[in-house]
């Protein structure tokens, strides 16, 4: 199916910059392409284009065309245009329309008549296409992210689109599942020549795959020569100065963590100290969230010792406790609570510290994070990468010692990835912090860290200095979350 894009230019409303300036594409039928490009360049946006939402849903000035199978998508019926292109968003959460994951398979099937029979099995199909099938009759509210999301591209999956716009794909899924999807991918791809975009900011990833690479820069896209083949730049692990007689800044013992009659996570002993960076890191649905909330007293938990800053953790709020840590959810739209950008970062240091606060390091942060031009911004305004980086900030202005992060790298290019690690790096050495930081991908991240916690059916199976991961991650047999090879 062809898709000719023609001088589509597009801005958001209320804002001055053009986001889409004069964009022009020709995409062949049966391609893979992959579009880069700094965070908040726009690819989301067009992404969202392609998909027929700019001209339906979200209010701005648009012009142009986007013609697919012959049809302009800006002029077409939003439930036509469904009918061959589907968009799976960078946040899975914005698609979801029903409860269970079965219900959300079928949502769409329904709505186009499909009769019952074929519905179950296009929505087993599917599932098993991205080894979810175990998913089936879970509540899509009580999923980790990896989860949901391979909810969101299995039922694009169901949905049989001759285009599938992917943006992100690979953020929440553990390397297993992003192996499976591609495979899945490419085997649709040369059985029923599905088109498949991809927006993603580790092109590498797709060596082998992808047809094209183009990159988005001024709200325009180009074509790159040569597909990115890795990461280039190689793990040096840093030495790691020995922690002798320290007290610990988190102790568990006998600690259990269940959702009903569901074990989510159970740790015979555990212990981090001040100063460390720790690498949390796991299949999706492991429990490395759950254990984050858990040491915020936001879940539930049953255990023999569990101490934080040397307090038991519990869900009553000790307001001395949650002033010394922090959490930047996995999902940046659900800690955001202002209508501008400057408030955001100063809500927090001032609910613990009055107009007393720390004023002259909230601005050191505003400028750090180059917020200067996006005070007056609505938070939902700006991208998803960006909303991100806000949450971090609004984090580190009230100075938590001890800070935790869920997959904070997701909407992030390579150059804020390692913005966001150098800047965690200084803060915990500064302030004698902790940080925690889930991820799926060992680089770069082996490069900051100070040690690795590894979780697989539900408890720890490796807790190491950073300089045996890759070590015990073969002796694990976890060789799929080895660094890539540079």
């Known amino acids: 199916m062809m898709i000719e894009v023609k001088d589509l230019c597009f801005k958001y409303q209320h804002e001055k910059p053009m986001i889409l300036d004069h964009l022009n594409l020709d995409i062949k039928d049966g391609e893979w392409l992959v579009i880069t490009g700094d965070s908040g360049c726009g690819k989301s946006t067009f992404a969202l284009g392609l998909a027929g939402f700019l001209i339906h849903i979200i ?14 998508v800006l002029k077409e019926g939003l439930a036509s245009i469904s009918e061959d292109v589907f968009l799976v968003q960078q946040n899975p959460e914005t698609q979801f329309c029903a409860l269970t994951v079965k219900e959300e398979l079928a949502f769409g099937l329904e709505n186009r008549r499909i009769p019952p029979e074929e519905i179950e099995k296009r929505i087993f199909k599917a599932l098993s296409a991205l080894n979810a099938e175990d998913l089936i009759n879970r509540q899509i509210n009580e999923l980790s992210g990896g989860q949901q999301q391979k909810v969101a591209i299995a039922t694009a999956l169901a949905l049989e689109p001759k285009v599938l716009i992917l943006d992100e794909p690979s953020s929440n899924l553990d390397p297993t599942a992003t192996r499976t999807l591609f495979l899945t991918l490419s085997d649709l791809r040369k059985q029923d020549h599905l088109t498949v975009i991809v927006v993603e900011h580790k092109p590498w990833i797709y060596k082998g795959l992808a047809t094209r690479q183009l990159e988005m820069k001024g709200g325009r896209l180009f074509e790159k020569e040569h597909l990115v ?48 960076i720790i690498s949390l890191m796991g299949p999706n649905g492991s429990g490395k969230t759950s254990l984050l909330l858990s040491l915020c007293g936001l879940i539930g938990i049953d255990a023999k010792e569990q101490k934080v800053f040397g307090k038991p953790i519990t869900q009553k709020k000790d307001k001395s406790v949650l002033k010394n840590q922090g ?49 007056n911004t609505h938070p939902f305004h700006l991208s998803y990468g960006q909303k991100g980086r806000l949450n971090l900030a609004s984090v580190l202005s009230y100075g938590p010692k001890l800070i935790l992060l869920d997959e904070v790298f997701i909407g992030q290019d390579l150059n804020h990835v390692l913005f966001l690690l150098e800047t965690i790096r200084d803060y915990v050495k500064q302030r004698s912090a902790t940080a925690i930081i889930v991820n799926h991908s060992a680089w770069p991240v082996f490069n900051y860290a100070s040690k690795m916690i590894f979780l697989d059916n539900q408890e720890v199976i490796i807790d190491c200095p950073i300089e045996n991961a890759c070590e015990e991650l073969i002796r694990a047999k976890k060789l799929e979350y080895l660094p890539v090879e540079n």
């Open 229 to 276: 083949k890795t990461a280039g730049i190689p793990i040096t692990f840093e030495k790691n100065d020995k922690i002798e007689n320290i007290s610990p800044i988190v102790e568990l013992r006998g600690f259990k963590i269940s959702f009903s009659t569901n074990q989510i996570l159970k740790i015979n002993e555990l212990k981090i100290f001040p100063g460390e």
């Open 327 to 375: 959490i930047v959810f996995q999902n940046p739209d659900h800690q955001l609570f202002c209508d501008s950008v400057l408030e955001e970062i100063n809500f927090a240091p001032y609910n613990f510290y009055g107009k007393d606060y720390d004023d002259i390091w909230v601005k050191s942060l505003i400028k750090k994070f180059d917020l200067d031009e996006s005070l």
């Open 59 to 72: 209010p701005g000035e648009i012009s142009g065309s986007i013609i697919v199978n012959e049809s302009d």
